[in-house]
Nanobody, 124 residues
Framework: QVQLVESGGGLVQAGGSLRLSCVAS????????MGWFRQAPGKEREFVAT????????YYADSVKGRFTISRDNAKNTVYLQMTRLKPEDTAVYLC?????????????????WGQGTQVTVSS
């Protein structure tokens, strides 16, 4: 079992920045590829970014490419999502997820573990 706990969300003005963190516990963190997803009220869960087990490969949704950066620190069992130039449409609950094999895919299927999420609200 892997437990995932997100933090770093909050209220920010459009154009601002936030850094989200997701700390994992329970299994060897470096064995898992990690992903960030988001879900706004009344909408489906949306892929944001993913990173491979050792951090050598990343993949982003078109909507965040160039604004968001995913990274990881395996020594700290943590994956990050640095968000810049935030827009009101980025408002959502952001969730991290873990899977055993990296895929450059936007699908939420294949992720074995999910966190509870952290709220990001971007005001205009």
């Amino acid at each position: 079992q892997v437990q995932l706990v997100e933090s770093g969300g909050g209220l920010v003005q459009a154009g601002g920045s936030l850094r989200l963190s997701c700390v994992a516990s329970g299994r060897t963190f470096s064995e898992y590829a990690m992903g960030w997803f988001r879900q706004a009220p009344g909408k489906e869960r949306e892929f944001v970014a993913t990173i491979s087990e050792m951090g050598l490969s990343t993949y982003y949704a078109d909507s965040v490419k160039g604004r968001f950066t995913i990274s990881r620190d395996n020594a700290k069992n943590t994956v990050y999502l640095q968000m810049t130039r935030l827009k009101p449409e980025d408002t959502a609950v952001y969730l991290c997820a873990a899977r055993t094999v990296y895929r450059a895919s936007t699908s939420p299927y294949g992720y074995d573990y999910w966190g509870q999420g952290t709220q990001v609200t971007v005001s205009s």
